[in-house]
């Protein structure tokens, strides 16, 4: 796989590129299977539109879509662990998708994607987010009930990508090589101001072969998540989410978890004045201990749209709970579920568990095409007596080795060419200085460096 996907996807590539730019308008989603293709029934059938709808019955009501993706990285790290002359390491990572949708009249539909992701050159091998080889990422069936009006019911059974909300809990993880997936079912009510999701997902063993990821064979996952838009008054969000983890670590020890979390969300985006505002608070157990733990998140910020360069200024502002005893039996770390991977940077190095970060970002619109961002991330502990998390929540660092608060400061550019709907390029710089926190528990300590280069063809 690792020698054969890259010179199929050069040539696909190439291919591709001589029509995309004649694309038919649809937007490219985050969700492949947000799409939709049904408007080009009657267009023209260039090969394109053939290639995204392509009917099958007389009627075109039954009809199946094609598409994919080809996405290339070049990652360069300096010092990632904080270890002075630990030196030089990069990746070649690699991302190649199909996928098909079969739709069979309004009501049913067929969807099923393959996904390869690769990663070279590595002198540490590839992370789990960084390789798997050749997996199922989506394969299920959604029967659609239409109700009165623009309402209507659906059922998705199999196995599916899961994204809610700003990605701070329940993400599809896109800034990785690896996509995040789920097993399992949802229903799903849609109407023009209101929409519900309930679900009952597994969270698959994912392994870096070809087709050798397992199914857990239990519920990790499950909850509801609903949206409300009120008119001129903001987007409000309202959740429940419940997982199990057998062997769940934390500074605290390693138990089996059960853990609830009850959370809502006001939210505005687009033009003029933005906000994000997010708490959450969880409770269960931790093997017999109680957990007890919350999180806060805020974000503002201003886009003055009549200003060259539209730029847009935003603070973000984190409090997220850390284990206020160790080795007391209760815990207080919040758990971020299953968070997207990017959300405190591109390359982010501190998960968001026992953490309190500060958040300046501006953003230009260079041009119609190109974008570019300047972020500065500050990092404390919230807690003395925890310590610090992997991006994914996973335990990395015991936190009773210092008596410091302050973790470190990320500093962060980027920049993203948008060529069409379908080609993009982006590419960024990380220097991360790091803090009291990390002088203590890292002896030869050194500032830590990134930087990346990316990009992606959709279909």
Known sequence: MKMICPYLAINVTIFLCLFTAAAFGQAIKLMRYDEDYSGLKDS??????????????????????????????????????????????????????????LHIGEQLRIFAQLNSALENGS????????????????????????LDGDKKIAVRLGRQEVNYGSGRLISVREGTTVRQYFTGAKLMYAASKFNLDAFVLEADEVNFGVFDNR??????????????????????????????????????????????????????????????LEA???????????????????????????????????????????????????LQTFNPLYPKGGYFGFNPLIGPANLIDLHPYVTLILTDKLTAQADVVVNWRYSLNDGIYRPSGNFNTAGSLSNHRFIGTTY???????FNLNLSFSIGGQYFKVGDFIKDIVPLWDNSKFFNAQVSLKF
């Not at 996952?221 to 008054?233: K, Q, V």
């Not at 886009?303 to 603070?315: A, C, H, R, V, Y």
């Not at 962060?412 to 948008?418: E, F, G, K, V």
Request: hydrophobic share 35%; charged share 25%; net charge neutral.
């Open 44 to 101: 023209s059938r260039n090969f394109y539109n053939t290639l995204k709808f392509l009917p099958l019955s007389g009627s075109k009501k039954v009809y199946i879509t094609f598409g994919g993706e080809a996405r290339a990285e070049y990652g360069g790290k300096i010092n990632e662990d904080w270890i002075k002359d630990q030196g030089f390491n990069y990746s070649i990572l690699q991302r190649y998708a199909l996928y098909t949708d």
């Open 123 to 146: 002198k540490y091998g590839p992370a789990p987010v960084d390789e798997d080889q050749l997996a199922v990422q989506n394969l299920f069936v959604e029967y659609n009930i239409p």
């Open 215 to 276: 199914p857990s064979h239990q519920a990790n996952l499950w909850g509801a998540y609903s949206n409300l838009n009120i008119e001129r008054g903001g987007n409000f969000d309202f959740y429940y989410l419940g997982i199990k983890r057998d062997h769940a670590e934390f500074e605290e020890g390693m138990e089996k978890e059960i853990r609830h979390t009850i959370a809502t969300r006001y939210w505005k985006s687009g033009g003029g004045f933005i906000y994000n």
């Open 280 to 330: 959450a608070y969880q409770f269960g157990k931790f093997g017999n201990g109680n957990i007890n733990a919350w999180t806060m998140a805020i974000e503002m910020g201003y886009m003055f749209e009549q200003t060259k360069f539209k730029p847009s200024i935003n603070l973000r502002n984190d409090y997220i709970s850390g284990d206020k005893k160790a080795r007391d039996g209760n």
């Open 412 to 418: 962060l550019l980027s920049a993203d060419y948008q």
